[in-house]
């Protein structure tokens, strides 16, 4: 599959890593200057991602994959933070369907899974969850991290959340309006991984791959 979405207008250079000056962009005071940053920067790598890595997930997911690079258009007066690009079945947007992330903060890159608030069908994924508790805990590995709002940059360990404490997790994103849920890995801002464009490639596909089962049980 051709990553038809981006491809005739973006870069279609290979991904080139993740380096200081990137991370360095999140330092920038202002709306504008950091938007001016991240625009030069850091977008043109999520591009890249994207076309590199939309083909691998529609394999996975046995369905085309179209990846989609924040914009940040709705910031008025504060930068943002974090920037990422996300990967969803539908080519014209992603908050509102189960998705893939990569991006990064300040302080590390983010691989993960991802269902947001916009997201209609998450309160059945939710349910859908709680049923397979058991599956879920055995099948995602221990050093994944989970969170329950994609604006902060921490979370919580696999390894060490209690099966009631996932459910918990679970039944929020059911109950809560607002709720959210994201699972996936952290990549401290000096992991040598970053640098070294294949070994992450092939790290973003081991992720995606071990949180296949909860995008299958989104989407089912």
Do not use: M
């Given at each position: 599959m051709s990553s038809t979405a981006?491809?005739?207008?973006?870069?279609?250079?290979?991904?080139?890593?993740?380096?200081?000056?990137?991370?360095?962009?999140?330092e920038i005071a202002g709306l504008e200057p950091r938007m001016d940053a991240l625009i030069t920067q850091v977008r043109p790598k999520l591009h890249q991602l994207g076309n590199?890595?939309?083909?691998?997930?529609?394999?996975?997911?046995?369905?085309?994959?179209?990846?989609?690079?924040?914009?940040?258009?709705?910031?008025?007066?504060?930068?943002?933070?974090?920037?990422?690009?996300?990967?969803?079945?539908?080519?014209?947007?992603?908050?509102?369907?189960?998705?893939?992330?990569?991006?990064?903060?300040?302080?590390?890159?983010?691989?993960?899974?991802?269902?947001?608030?916009?997201c209609p069908s998450k309160q059945r994924f939710a349910e859908r969850a709680l049923k397979e508790i058991s599956t879920i805990r055995k099948t995602i590995p221990s050093s994944y991290v989970w969170s329950k709002d994609h604006m902060v940059p921490t979370g919580l360990v696999h390894s060490e959340l209690s099966k009631d404490e996932l459910a918990e997790l679970f039944t929020r994103l059911k109950t809560v309006k607002a709720a959210e849920?994201?699972?996936?890995?952290?990549?401290?801002?000096?992991?040598?991984?970053?640098?070294?464009?294949?070994?992450?490639?092939?790290?973003?596909?081991?992720?995606f791959a071990s949180v296949l089962p909860l995008y299958k049980l989104a989407m089912s």
């Open positions: 981006i491809s005739s207008t973006l870069p279609t250079s290979s991904f080139s890593g993740f380096g200081e000056s990137d991370f360095k962009v999140f590199e890595l939309s083909g691998y997930l529609s394999q996975l997911c046995g369905e085309e994959i179209f990846p989609h690079v924040a914009k940040h258009a709705r910031r008025k007066v504060n930068p943002p933070n974090d920037t990422w690009v996300a990967f969803a079945n539908n080519k014209r947007g992603y908050k509102a369907y189960p998705h893939f992330q990569i991006g990064l903060w300040a302080s590390h890159v983010f691989i993960q899974f991802a269902i947001i608030y916009e849920l994201t699972c996936g890995i952290h990549i401290g801002r000096h992991d040598a991984l970053l640098a070294d464009e294949a070994a992450f490639i092939a790290k973003a596909e081991q992720t």
